[in-house]
C-alpha cells in the first residue's frame, strides 16, 4: 500500500488547531473557574449584606414576621453549634407566573443579635449567574469550531499562492535534463526557504552539466580516438588476409584479430550510443509507423537470413505505432533482430508480429545459460555467439524505460519472446 505524503502546511496546520484547541479548553476552564469565583464572591456578599440587614432590624425591635420577606427566620432556644454553619445548598422552586422551575442559592446561617440566636435561610436566584458561566464555555467551542475550520480553508487558499513558486521551482527540477544547454530560469520569490532552494539547485546544476560535459568530452574523444588504430589494425589485418603465404601459417590467428578488433570497434560505437541515450540526448519524440522500419531492417539483412537458412514469418499492421525517436525505434528493431539472428539456430524461425498496441519478436532457440531476469542487463550473452557484445538488448531495455515502454521476455516450447507494449 503506497503511503499518501500530506503537505507541509496541511501539517502545520493540523498542529496549530491541536495546540489551538489546548488553548481554548484551558481558556475555558480558567475563565469557567473565575465565573465561579465571581459568582459565590457576588452571592456571599448579598448573603452577607441580607444578614447585616436583619440584625439590624432585629435589634430595633422589628417584628420577625415583618422580616420575613429578606429571609426565612427562626429564633433559637437552644443555642446551637456554629461549627456547622453556615451550610449552602442548591434548589430549585416553582415560579407560577413563568411556570418554570427556577434555581436559587440557599444558604443558612446563625446570627446573634443581643445574645438571641436566629437561624437565618436566605435564598437568592442564580439562574443569571448560572446562564453566564454556561455562556462563557459553550461559546469558546463554537468559536474554536469557526477559527479551526476557517484556518484550514485559509491555509488551503494560502498554499495555492503561497506555495506557488514552490511548485514552480519543483517543476523545473522535474523537467530539467542533463546536457540540454538550456538555461533554467529564476522564479521570483520573496521566501527565504524558496531562494535558498533555488540557488542550491542552480549551483547543482551547474556542477552536474560540467562534469557531464567532461564525461561526454571525454567519451566521445575515447570512442574517435580509439577507432584510429582499430582502423589502422583493420586494414593491416585485411592486407595479411589477402596474403596466401600468411594465411597458410596463421589464418586463424589472422581471423582473431580481424573479429576482435571489428568486436572492439562495435563495443565502443554501441557504449557511446548507450551513454547518448541514458542522457536523453534523443528526445525528438514522434508517432512512427513501424510496419515500413521492420520491413527496411528485415531487407537489410535478408542475405544474413538465407546464409543461416532462416526463415522470418511476418504479421504487421498498418497501424501500429509507437511514440518515440525515429533514431531510437532503428536501435530497437536492429538490436531485437540481430538478437534473433544470432541466437536462432540454422534452418530456425524468427516471426514479427504487430498488433494494435504490441510489438512482438519471437525466435526458436535453446534455454538460456542464464537467469531470464538478467536476459536485459549488460554483458549477458550466450558464449556460443562470438558476434554479440552482450550490449543489444540492455541498449533496447534502457530505450523503453527512457520513452515509458514496458518490455517483457519469456521462453515457453523453445521459443524466445518480446513483447513491446506502452506503460
Known amino acids: 500500500m503506497k503511503k499518501r505524503n500530506i503537505r507541509l502546511l496541511v501539517k502545520i496546520t493540523f498542529v496549530f488547531i491541536i495546540f489551538a484547541f489546548i488553548a481554548f479548553y484551558s481558556s475555558a476552564v480558567f475563565l469557567t473557574n473565575e465565573a465561579d469565583e465571581f459568582i459565590n464572591a457576588n452571592l456571599e456578599s448579598k448573603f452577607n449584606n441580607t444578614e447585616e440587614r436583619l440584625k439590624h432590624h432585629i435589634s430595633k425591635g422589628r417584628e420577625i414576621e415583618s422580616l420575613q420577606r429578606y429571609a426565612e427566620i427562626k429564633p433559637l432556644v437552644i443555642i ?35 445574645g438571641r440566636y436566629y437561624e437565618v435561610t436566605i435564598i437568592r436566584l442564580i439562574e443569571d449567574f448560572m446562564r453566564l458561566r454556561e455562556d462563557i464555555f459553550g461559546s469558546l467551542i463554537p468559536a474554536f469550531i469557526l477559527l479551526a475550520v476557517s484556518f484550514v ?31 533554467v530560469k529564476k522564479i521570483t520569490t520573496s521566501t527565504l526557504e524558496f531562494n535558498n532552494m533555488q540557488d542550491l539547485f542552480h549551483e547543482m546544476i551547474y556542477r552536474i552539466e560540467g562534469d557531464y560535459k567532461r564525461l561526454k568530452e571525454y567519451t566521445e574523444h575515447m570512442a574517435h580516438e580509439i577507432q584510429t588504430p582499430l582502423t589502422i589494425i583493420r586494414n593491416k589485418t585485411e592486407n595479411l588476409i589477402s596474403d596466401p ?62 546464409l543461416k537458412s532462416l526463415s522470418v514469418e511476418t504479421e504487421l499492421s498498418d497501424e501500429h505505432s509507437i511514440f518515440i525517436d525515429p533514431n531510437l525505434f532503428d536501435v530497437i528493431v536492429k538490436n531485437l533482430l540481430n538478437n534473433a539472428i544470432n541466437y536462432t539456430p540454422s534452418n530456425g524461425n524468427i516471426k514479427i508480429q504487430t498488433t ?33 557484445l552482450g550490449l543489444g538488448l540492455a541498449l533496447v531495455k534502457k530505450i523503453c524505460d527512457i520513452n515509458n515502454l514496458n518490455i517483457e521476455y519469456s521462453y515457453t516450447e523453445k521459443i524466445h519472446s518480446f513483447t513491446i507494449a506502452a506503460s
Open 356 to 388: 494494435n498496441n504490441k510489438l512482438i519478436f519471437r525466435n526458436t532457440g535453446e534455454v538460456l545459460p542464464f537467469q531470464e531476469m538478467k536476459i536485459f542487463e549488460r554483458f549477458q550473452r550466450n558464449n556460443s555467439s562470438r558476434n554479440s
Open 153 to 183: 480553508i485559509f491555509s488551503y487558499l494560502l498554499s495555492g499562492y503561497y506555495f506557488r513558486p514552490f511548485n514552480k521551482i519543483l517543476e523545473l527540477m522535474r523537467i530539467y535534463k542533463v546536457g540540454q544547454k538550456s538555461d
Open 80 to 114: 446551637p453549634d456554629t461549627d456547622y454553619y453556615p451550610v449552602f445548598s442548591d434548589t430549585t422552586i416553582y415560579d407560577a407566573e413563568l411556570e418554570i422551575e427556577r434555581t436559587y442559592k440557599k444558604k443558612t446561617a446563625i446570627i446573634n443579635v443581643n
Open 245 to 306: 603465404s600468411v594465411m597458410d601459417k596463421h589464418s586463424e590467428t589472422v581471423k582473431i584479430i580481424y573479429e576482435e578488433t571489428n568486436h572492439l570497434s562495435k563495443l565502443g560505437t554501441t557504449l557511446n550510443l548507450l551513454t547518448k541515450i541514458e542522457n536523453n540526448e534523443f528526445n525528438k519524440a514522434e508517432n512512427v509507423a513501424t510496419k515500413n522500419v521492420i520491413e527496411k531492417h528485415l531487407s537489410a539483412v535478408s542475405e544474413i537470413l538465407s
